[in-house]
C-alpha cells in the first residue's frame, strides 16, 4: 500500500524545480522530471489529480488547443516574464538576465546544479533526514525537499543574480504569475485527490481556524514584557496547533500563514525532527511572527473525521497552555494554588469553521456540487458570475473546469462561516470572591508580593485578598523587583505571562537573558546605551552606576525622582546611606556627561501599532491584478477575441498561490524587513510582527525615520538599502543580495496609531489610547493613515491624523518626511522651538485658504526664527522649511476626526514634533 506522504512526493516531483528552463527547450519536461523522480526511486504517473486541481485554481483560462499552438507558447529562456501575483508588474530585471547569459548555457548549467542537488541528497539521506527513527523515511524526505530544495540549490549556483531565480521560477511561461514552487505546494496539499476512472475523488477539506483572544490579552499589561509576553504566547499557541497539522499532513497543508522560514516551523524541524535546516531562522525566535488565524487544507473527505482532527487540535492547544503555564510556575519554584487550573483553562476562546470539497462522477460536474454548496452564503451577484465563467471555460477553454476553480468561492464561504461562528460567542462566567488582579481586573489573585510594611500574611489575606488560597510570595528567591513590584496581585493567566520567560528558556535551550525584555524607561533612554556602545567614558559611568542596584537596575533610577528612599523600597531596593550619597553623586556625574555630549535624558518612548488596511478584501482577491495582466504578452496578443473580450476587464480569480504569496509577503515585511527596521538598526523592540499586525516599541529620537520606513517597507515603496521613495512606483519586488522579496506592492497599505507617552503612564492607559486612535485612523476614508497621538505625563492629549501618502505625493517619505525635516531643524536648533508658538498666535483663526500669504508668513517667521549659530544660511533653512510646512496640510485627510479644522490639525502637528524635538535635544522642555 502507497504512504500517504510516498504519494506526496509523486506530486511533488511531477514538475522539476527547473521546469521553466527546459520547457520548450526540446526536452520533454516530464521525462525530464521522471529522470529527477527516479534518483529517489520515485515513479511518476501523468494525470495526477492533485496536478489538475492546481491548475485549475491556477490556470484554467486558455483557449481549447492552446497547448499545440505555437502562438500560445513562451519559450522562458528566449522571450519569458516573471509577473508579481498581486501587482501584475514584471520583474524589470529579468531580460537583462537572461540576454546577459547563453539560453543553451543557462539551461544546461541551471538543469545540471539541480541535478547535482538532488545527488547530494541521496548520498546524505541518514545525515540530512534527522534521527527520529519511528517516521517513514517518505515523510522525512518530503520535509526535507520541502523546507531545503530552494536552498540547496541556490547554495550551489554560483552566480548571484541566477540564485533569485529558484526563488520566483514560474509554473506557466503563458502565465506567468505564480512560482513553481507555489504550484507544488498546492497539487501536494490536494494530493490525496484521485482519479478512479472518470470518477474525481476529492479528499479535501478547507478550514479555518481563530485564536484569541488578542486584544484582550494585550490591553490586559502592566508593564511592556507583559504586552511582549502576551503576544509570545498567542504565536507560540497558534503554532501548537499548525505544528499537529504540518506532522499529520505535511507543511504544504497549511495555505496562509506561510510556514517556509518562520522561526518556530525552523526551530520545530531542527530540535523535535532532528533535521538539518538550510539557511535557519531559528536565531529569530524571539519575534513572535505567527498569526492567530490561519488556512489549512486537511486532506480528509469524511466530515466526521475531520472533527475529530478539529477538535483534537483545539484540545492540544489548550493543553499547551497548561503546560506553559504549569512550566512556568516550575521554573520560578512556585507551588500551583486551588484555583490555578480553572483560571488557565477558561482563557481561550478558540472558533474553527471546515468545507469539505464534494466528490462527483465526472471532474466538471463537481463544480456544479461545489457552487451549490455554498450558493447560499454568498452574494447572488457573485455567484452568477461565477457560473458563467464556468460556463464560458466549458464552451472554450482548454480542459473542462474541475472544482478546483471554484476556490474562490469556496473559501469566501469559508470566512463568512467563521464570522457567523464568532457571532455565536464562547462563554466562561467567571466565579471569584477575592481581590481582583492588578492586571485584568477579572480574575481572583492568586500570587501577591507584600510590600515592605505588609508584615502579616493573615491579615493580608483576610483584610485585602478576601482569599485563603493567594499565595503571599514573602522572601521568595526568584520572585523580586523588577519581576514583580510590591503590592502587586496577579492571576494565574497574569503570572503565565509575566513568568512565561522561564519556560520558553527552558523549551528553545535559550539563554536566561531570552528576551529581556526593556521597561518603559529603558526604551525612552536606549539612545543612551546606543551612545554608549561609541562612547568607552559614558559606557564606564553607566555600568559602575548599575552595580549599585544589580539585578534590580532599571532604567527609571537614571531619573532624579526615583532616587528617594520611598521609589527605592517600592522597587524592593535597599541601599545604606552612604551608597544612597554614593548613588546621587553618581547620577549628577552622568547627568553633566550627556550635558557635555548633547544627549538628552528623555523620560518619553513611542508605542507603534499598525495593520495592513483590507485585508480581508486582499484575502478575498479583490486587489488581484486584471487577468489581462497576468497572461504574457505574447499569449494575450494572440488568444481569440473572444477570450480578449470576456477577460480583459475580469480579475484574475482567487487561487491558493495568490494566498501564499500575501502570506509570503507578511512573512518577508516582518522578518525582512521589520526587523532590521526596528531591532537592527536600534530603534526600539518588536512586540509582534506576524500576518498584517505590527506592534513595537520606539525610541523618541528614531521615531520618524522608523515610521517611514515601516509604511514603505510594507508595499515595496523602498530598495535593500531601506531608502524611501513614494513617487515611484512600487513593482513588490524587493532585491535583497541573492533573495528577491515578493512585497504587497503599491495597493497595499498600512494604518494605525503612534502613542507617545511618559514612562510612568501606566501602560493599560497606553493601550487604550493607542487601541481608540487606532480606529480612528482606521476610519478615513481609503485608510492608509496613521494617528500620531501625544500623552502627556499630566493627562493632555493632543493628535492629528495624516495620511502616509497622497496622489501626486509631495514628498518621497510621505508626510513622515515632512515631519522628520521639521523636526530635525528643531532638534539641531536651526529654527528656535518658538516658532511654531509665534506661529499658533498668528494662524489659529485662519484657513489654508489664504494659500501665499500663509506661505509668505510662514517663511517670515522662519527667517527671525533661525538659530544664532545657522545666521549664514537662514535663507537656505527658511526656504526648505517652509518649503516642507506648506506641503504637510496636504496629507490631512479631509473626512478627519475629531472635527479640528484644517489649521488646528496642522497646528496640533507641529505642537507634537516641537514637543519631540524639546524631549530629545537639550533645549528646554518639559521633563528637563
Keep these: 500500500m502507497t504512504s500517504f ?28 522530471a521522471q529522470e529527477m523522480a527516479q534518483l529517489f526511486g520515485i515513479q511518476l504517473q501523468e494525470g495526477e489529480a492533485g496536478d489538475h486541481l492546481a491548475a485549475a485554481m491556477e490556470r484554467v483560462f486558455l483557449p481549447a488547443g492552446a497547448g499545440r499552438k505555437k ?20 520583474w524589470d530585471r529579468l531580460p ?47 520535509f526535507f525537499l520541502w523546507r531545503n530544495l530552494q536552498e540547496e540549490v541556490k547554495k550551489d549556483t554560483p552566480l548571484p543574480e541566477l540564485k533569485k531565480l529558484w526563488d520566483i521560477a514560474v509554473a506557466d511561461t503563458r502565465l506567468p504569475d505564480h512560482s513553481l514552487f507555489e504550484h507544488l505546494q498546492t497539487a501536494t496539499a490536494f494530493g490525496r485527490s484521485e482519479y478512479i476512472g472518470e470518477k474525481l475523488y476529492l479528499k479535501a477539506t478547507l478550514v479555518l481556524f481563530s485564536l484569541g483572544p488578542v486584544q484582550g490579552l494585550l490591553a490586559q499589561s502592566r508593564k511592556l514584557a507583559d504586552l511582549y509576553w502576551s503576544s509570545f504566547l498567542l504565536s507560540y499557541l497558534s503554532f501548537t496547533a499548525l505544528s499537529k497539522i504540518v506532522d499529520n499532513y505535511g507543511p504544504d497543508a497549511v495555505i496562509y500563514p506561510d510556514l517556509y522560514g518562520q522561526p518556530f516551523f525552523d526551530w520545530w524541524l531542527e530540535k523535535i525532527k532532528g533535521m538539518q535546516v538550510t539557511g535557519s531562522r531559528k536565531k529569530d525566535l524571539k519575534m513572535p511572527t505567527i498569526p492567530n488565524r490561519f488556512l489549512a487544507v486537511i486532506p480528509e473527505s469524511q466530515p466526521e473525521n475531520v472533527t475529530a482532527f478539529l477538535k483534537e487540535l483545539e484540545g492540544s492547544v489548550r493543553r499547551e497552555l497548561s503546560v506553559v503555564a504549569e512550566g512556568a510556575l516550575e521554573a520560578y519554584q512556585l507551588k500551583k494554588p ?87 460567542r464562547n462563554f466562561s462566567p467567571l466565579v471569584g470572591t477575592g481581590r481582583k488582579c492588578a492586571n485584568d481586573g477579572e480574575r481572583d489573585v492568586l500570587f501577591y508580593l507584600p510590600g515592605p510594611e505588609e508584615n502579616s500574611d493573615a491579615v493580608l489575606k483576610s483584610d485585602k485578598l478576601f482569599s485563603e488560597r493567594t499565595q503571599i510570595l514573602r522572601e521568595h528567591k526568584k520572585i523580586s523587583s523588577p519581576l514583580f513590584s510590591p503590592g502587586e496581585g496577579l492571576c494565574a493567566v497574569c503570572l503565565t505571562k509575566r513568568l512565561a520567560a522561564g519556560f520558553f528558556q527552558k523549551k528553545f535551550g535559550l539563554p536566561a537573558n531570552f528576551p529581556s525584555f526593556p521597561s518603559t524607561a529603558d526604551m525612552a533612554l536606549s539612545h543612551l546605551e546606543e551612545a554608549a556602545g561609541k562612547d568607552a567614558q559614558l559606557k564606564e559611568l553607566l555600568v559602575s552606576y548599575k552595580r549599585y542596584f544589580g539585578e534590580a537596575f532599571d532604567s527609571q533610577f537614571l531619573y532624579e525622582e526615583n532616587l528617594s528612599e520611598a521609589s527605592l523600597l517600592k522597587n524592593g531596593i535597599t541601599l545604606g546611606e552612604k551608597e544612597k550619597k554614593e548613588v546621587v553623586e553618581h547620577q549628577k556625574q552622568i547627568i553633566k ?115 517611514s520606513k515601516l509604511r514603505a517597507a510594507f508595499s515595496g515603496h523602498c530598495n535593500a538599502e531601506l531608502d524611501v521613495d513614494f513617487t515611484k512606483e512600487a513593482s513588490g519586488f524587493v532585491e535583497q543580495g541573492e533573495k ?24 493599560s492607559c497606553v493601550m487604550r489610547v493607542l487601541h481608540t486612535t487606532r480606529e480612528q485612523a482606521k476610519s478615513v476614508d481609503g485608510k492608509n493613515a496613521y494617528c500620531l497621538c501625544l500623552l502627556r505625563r499630566a493627562g493632555e492629549l493632543r493628535e492629528v491624523t495624516l495620511k502616509w501618502t497622497v496622489e501626486p505625493e509631495l514628498e518621497k517619505e510621505g508626510s513622515c518626511g515632512v515631519l522628520k525635516k521639521v523636526f530635525d531643524f528643531l532638534r539641531e536648533e536651526k529654527i528656535s522651538t518658538r516658532f511654531v508658538a509665534k506661529l499658533e498666535n498668528e ?12 506661505k509668505g508668513e510662514i517663511n517670515r517667521l522662519a527667517l527671525r526664527s533661525v538659530g544664532e549659530s545657522f545666521k549664514k544660511e537662514k535663507e537656505k533653512i527658511s526656504a526648505e522649511l517652509t518649503d516642507a510646512l506648506v506641503k504637510l496640510p496636504g496629507y490631512l485627510p479631509v473626512d478627519r476626526t475629531p472635527p479640528l479644522t484644517e489649521m488646528e490639525s496642522f497646528l496640533n502637528a507641529l505642537r507634537i514634533v516641537t514637543f519631540l524635538a524639546q524631549e530629545t535635544s537639550l533645549q528646554e522642555g518639559e521633563s528637563k
Design 740 to 763: 528577491i522579496s515578493l512585497l504587497l506592492g503599491e495597493k497595499a497599505s498600512l494604518s494605525g496609531s503612534i502613542v507617545i507617552a511618559h514612562y510612568k503612564t501606566p501602560l
Design 96 to 142: 537583462q538576465l537572461l540576454n546577459s547569459k547563453d539560453p543553451g548555457l543557462l539551461k544546461d548549467r541551471l538543469s545540471g546544479i539541480l541535478k547535482k542537488v538532488l545527488s547530494r541528497i541521496v548520498s546524505q539521506l541518514p545525515t540530512n533526514l534527522g534521527k527520529i527513527s519511528d517516521e517513514p523515511i517518505e515523510k522525512k524526505l518530503f
Design 338 to 424: 486551588p484555583g490555578f487550573d480553572a483560571q488557565v483553562e477558561n482563557l481561550l476562546e478558540i472558533y474553527w469553521v471546515a468545507l469539505t470539497l464534494e466528490s462527483g462522477d465526472l471532474p466538471d460536474m463537481l463544480l456544479d456540487y461545489s457552487i451549490k454548496k455554498v450558493e447560499s452564503w454568498l452574494p447572488p451577484k457573485q455567484v452568477e458570475e461565477f457560473k458563467e465563467l464556468a460556463a464560458f471555460l466549458r464552451s472554450r477553454g482548454e480542459y473542462p473546469p474541475n472544482s478546483g476553480l471554484a476556490y474562490a468561492l469556496l473559501f469566501k464561504c469559508l470566512d463568512r462561516m467563521m464570522g457567523v461562528r464568532k457571532s455565536i
Design 843 to 854: 494662524f489659529l483663526r485662519l484657513s489654508w485658504g489664504y494659500g501665499e500669504l500663509i
Design 5 to 32: 506522504f510516498s504519494e506526496k512526493l509523486r506530486v511533488f516531483f511531477h514538475d522539476s524545480l527547473d521546469k521553466p528552463f527546459v520547457l520548450l527547450s526540446g526536452r520533454d519536461h516530464f521525462r525530464h
Design 593 to 707: 556627561y550627556l550635558k557635555k555630549k548633547g544627549l538628552a535624558l528623555c523620560r518619553y518612548y513611542a508605542l507603534i501599532s499598525l495593520d495592513g488596511d483590507d485585508m480581508g478584501k486582499w484575502l478575498a482577491g479583490e486587489f488581484a491584478p486584471d487577468c489581462k495582466d497576468v497572461y504574457h504578452p505574447k499569449v494575450w496578443e494572440n488568444l481569440p477575441q473572444a477570450f480578449q473580450v470576456y477577460f480583459e476587464k475580469r480579475k484574475r480569480p482567487l487561487t491558493p498561490a495568490l494566498h501564499r504569496t500575501v502570506s509570503r509577503a507578511l512573512r518577508d515585511y516582518a522578518l525582512e524587513f521589520v526587523s532590521r527596521i526596528i531591532k537592527e538598526e536600534n530603534r526600539g523592540r518588536i512586540v509582534y510582527a506576524g500576518g498584517d499586525d505590527l506592534l513595537a516599541v520606539v525610541n523618541l529620537c528614531h521615531l520618524f525615520e522608523a515610521m
Design 71 to 90: 502562438e500560445l507558447q513562451v519559450n522562458f529562456l528566449d522571450e519569458g516574464e516573471i509577473r508579481h501575483p498581486l501587482t501584475g508588474y514584471c
